[in-house]
Each structure stands twice: as C-alpha cells, then as structure tokens.
C-alpha cells in the first residue's frame, strides 16, 4: 500500500496567514493527488484535484503543487471558514489512501 | 444537485450484521464508480471498498475484505454495503462517495453526509 504523510499534524494560525501544508507519499504517485477539507461532523469536501488542478467553486486562495512524492496545499490568505482538517488522497493505486490529516486552528 | 444518502447504520454486538444504503440522486448513477470511506470519530479517513458502474468488479481493503460486500442497484439509485461478522474496530462513520468520470486522476467529488455504525455489547 502507499503510504502518505502529511505535515504538520496540526498548526494555529491568524485570519489572513499564508498557510503551506505538506503531503509525501511512500512512492511516486505522479499528479494522483487530491486534497480535501473536512470540518467537524460534515463530509469531506473536495479541494484540489490532480495535485494542481481547483474544483469549481473552491475559492482561489487554495492552490497545490507537486508531482512523484512531494505535494503542497497552499491557503494564500486564511479566512475563518478555512479552519478545518485537510487530507491529501492518492488514486494512484488501490487502496486509495489518505494522510492522517492537519487540523488547522486559530492562533 | 447531486445527493448521496446514507442510511442504515445503528449499534450492532460483535459478529453481528449490518447492511448501510447509499441513496443517490441528481446524476446518472448508473455511469459512476461508487466507494465506501469510513473514519473512526476524530480519526483520519480510510477508503473501504469501491464497485464499477454496472457492479461487475469490486475491491475491497484487506481489513474488511471476506467480511464486506459491496453492491449496487442502478434501477434504485442505490449502493449498499453488507457488513457481516462485525469487530470493534469496524465502529466508525461510513461514507459513501462518487468517483469523478474524467479521464484519470481520479478523485471523490461528491460524498454523503455519513452514517454512523457502532460495534459494541
């Protein structure tokens, strides 16, 4: 199975913060690389597919990066309805599997 | 819209049954793969199982595998997931998702809202 890491497993960070989160996975996925946001008692939401590309209605300040092993989410400018848990997911091979998430807070 | 409904969850002793329903609607159901994704209250996600549009192939996680079956009713817009011989740790909040139809890479790009399933006596 590929194994992902996510990093950090958790940050605090102000509204308006440039916010990186990191996603490595146990071996090349090329671009097979989603990530979504969960808040507390709701689903998944899809956020970046592709590695890079953005879902319709995903606002622009998400953006993501990456290919092979090393891939980024970057929230240009925090705004609170983005303190959430992300998780990257590769469909490369089954089983997909997911990072074991960042919970970003509120500093 | 597209809707996905789970339904069917509950308390369940060990090595008791369960059957969980995904009811869809606002899309052609039929057309899309369809998975289970489970997460354990304040854990992370885990993928569980995923069918073909038609039902012919299914892949299961190891740790469900021979224990779980996926399948899928295109004439009732349904995906089920039967669950039998059930452990502790099968207690978790179920989701089911849809695959995205594009060319690869593939991803979930609708989920229901989850139903919770607990294994305990």
């Known amino acids: 199975d590929i194994q992902m890491t996510q990093s950090p497993s958790s940050l605090s960070a102000s509204v308006g913060d440039r916010v990186t989160i990191t996603c490595r996975a146990s071996?090349?996925?090329?671009?097979?690389l989603n990530w979504y946001q969960q808040k507390p008692g709701k689903a998944p939401k899809l956020l970046i597919y592709?590695?890079?590309s953005l879902q319709s209605g995903v606002p622009s300040r998400f953006s993501g990066s990456g290919s092979g092993t090393d891939f980024t989410v970057t929230i240009s400018s925090l705004q609170p309805e983005d303190f959430a848990t992300y998780y990257c997911?590769?469909?490369?091979?089954?089983?997909?599997?997911f990072g074991q998430g960042t919970k970003v807070e509120i500093k | 819209e597209v809707q996905l409904v789970e339904s069917g969850g509950g308390l369940v002793q060990p090595g008791g049954s369960l059957r969980l329903s995904c009811a869809a609607s606002?899309?052609?159901?039929?057309?899309?793969?369809m998975h289970w994704v489970r997460q354990v209250p304040g854990k992370g996600l885990v993928w569980v199982s995923r069918?073909?549009?038609?039902?012919?192939?299914?892949t299961y996680a190891d740790s469900v595998k021979g224990r779980f079956t996926i399948s899928r009713d295109n004439a009732k817009n349904t995906l089920y997931l039967q669950m039998n011989s059930l452990r502790a740790e099968d207690t978790a909040v179920y989701f089911c998702?849809?695959?995205?139809?594009?060319?690869?890479?593939?991803?979930?790009?609708?989920w229901g809202q989850g139903t919770r399933v607990t294994v305990s006596s």
């Open positions: 998702a849809r695959r995205s139809r594009s060319n690869e890479p593939y991803y979930f790009d609708y």
């Open positions: 606002g899309f052609t159901f039929s057309n899309y793969w």
């Open positions: 069918i073909n549009s038609d039902g012919s192939t299914t």
């Open positions: 071996q090349s996925i090329h671009t097979y």
């Open positions: 592709a590695a890079s």
């Open positions: 997911q590769q469909s490369y091979s089954t089983p997909w599997t």
